[in-house]
């Protein structure tokens, strides 16, 4: 009976304890792996069925109808003629998927023998087509009403019937077209990458600067740095497998990353910050390694960072990566191969006079383009080199300045009596006291 009662316990115990959640989860259906499986995230949600990805949908908006990926070489006779244009391609069998490793931010799939699908779990709903170690094709369709302009022959852009915009960029050997159909059709050469990103509070310059940076190969991971709840939660997305980017330290109003690469080169990581994970965007401080990086003033300077003797960043205000206030923050990493990426806001360590400006004068708009083609950013072309916020703000104050407030004592009463401490007083109420008593 003893045995029965402890049993027993057990089993109240057990079904007492709530399961633990996570931002992402999944369901699936166990009797076959390459249908059934749905993802639901906070930002992003899709559905596999028949070898496909299916209603890919960020913030609540379906972007992809189906999205299916298959090796070159296992393509059926007659769905890819040989030498017949990329646009003719608009139907594949697919791979079938299998679900992989899940995160509270990342949903990984298995394609075929070596390709993989990972859906990401942030405000821009990146969605990353990996062709491993052979060449694939992908054909992505588009939800209803939704139409498709290509760019590039690496670059196509969708407008989904509501207005909101995505961008297919191929990053690595290989290209993408509008097919014949007016879906997406592409082909990856090996260890290229089919990335889908989208913009559901609109697409600027900026957006299209990162795109250009991940389509040439200069910016080679992102991570989102999201407030969930009272949690802060990062989201790593890489674009090589020689770059790893992982979460180093999260603590309030700090964010620190570790970026590995397998080569000596540098590269640039764009991360989007949210100003609740870090209490504020304003002011922030960006150190790699723990040495302070210099702003850039351009995209140019910071690209020429990679390869030099200094790392660099720059801060642009956006707000189509999260619900709320953020920034994009892009750090051009000098060299590595085991970094690490640290911000926070300076606004917890000193504050600055409401109204003070550290260069007088008017500033040129962010993003504007001067006369030489150079892109400016916070009013400064090339010519103008970083190395000015090296110098201290002139305010008007001395270095040689020193307050004497420590030396002077403040009374509760308001004034300034040298000398006049708690302890006198004390002191002479005692005495006035005791002169009363005497007489």
Not at 180 to 194: C, I, K, Q, S
Not at 217 to 233: F, K, L, N, P
Not at 372 to 389: F, H, L, N, R, V
Request: proline share 1%; no cysteine; aromatic share 2%.
């Amino acid at each position: 009976m003893k045995r029965v009662a402890t049993a027993l316990m057990v089993l109240v115990v057990t079904a007492s304890i709530a399961p633990s959640t996570v931002a992402g989860t999944v369901a699936s259906d166990t009797t076959n792996q390459t249908s059934g499986q749905a993802y639901v995230g906070t930002h992003v949600s899709f559905d596999t069925e028949n070898r496909a990805v299916t209603d890919y949908a960020v913030r609540g908006e379906t972007m992809l109808d189906s999205l299916k990926v298959q090796s070159e070489s296992e393509l059926s006779d007659g769905l890819v003629d040989l030498g017949a244009s990329l646009s003719a391609v608009t139907h594949i069998e697919g791979a079938g998927l299998e679900l992989g490793a899940t995160t509270a931010t990342e949903a990984r799939l298995a394609a075929g023998s070596s390709a993989t699908i990972e859906a990401h779990d942030n405000g821009r709903g990146v969605l990353v087509v990996a062709s491993g170690n052979e060449s694939d094709y992908v054909v992505a369709n588009l939800s209803s009403g939704a139409t498709a302009s290509a760019e590039s022959d690496a670059q196509v852009e969708v407008t989904a019937e509501n207005g909101t915009e995505g961008t297919l960029l191929v990053v690595g050997e290989g290209n993408a077209t509008v097919n014949d159909d007016g879906d997406v059709t592409a082909r990856l050469g090996e260890d290229a990458r089919l990335v889908f990103r989208s913009y559901p509070e609109g697409k600027d310059d900026r957006d299209e600067k990162q795109e250009d940076l991940i389509a040439q190969g200069e910016a080679r991971a992102e991570a989102y740095v999201m407030a969930d709840g009272g949690e802060t939660v990062v989201d790593t997305v890489s674009y090589g497998e020689n770059t790893t980017v992982e979460t180093a330290e999260s603590a309030e109003g700090k964010i620190s990353l570790a970026v590995n690469r397998t080569t000596h080169e540098g590269t640039i990581v764009v991360t989007s910050v949210s100003e609740k994970a870090l209490n504020t965007t304003d002011d922030l401080e960006v150190a790699v390694d723990g040495e302070a990086a210099v702003e850039a003033r351009t995209y140019s300077q910071l690209e020429s960072a990679v390869g030099s003797d200094k790392s660099r960043y720059v801060v642009e205000s956006a707000g189509s990566a999260s619900a709320d206030t953020s920034a994009d923050v892009l750090v051009a990493v000098n060299h590595f191969s085991e970094r690490t990426i640290s911000m926070q806001s300076s606004a917890s360590e000193a504050t600055t006079e409401p109204g003070a400006t550290t260069e007088p004068g008017a500033t040129t708009e962010p993003g504007a383009t001067t006369a030489d083609g150079t892109t400016e950013i916070g009013g400064q072309t090339d010519d103008q080199t970083s190395d000015e916020s090296d110098q201290t703000t002139r305010d008007g104050a001395s270095d040689e300045t020193t307050s004497e407030s420590d030396e002077t004592t403040t009374g509760d009463g308001g004034a300034d009596v040298p000398g006049f401490t708690a302890t006198a007083a004390v002191a002479a109420l005692l005495g006035a006291a005791l002169l009363a008593r005497l007489r």
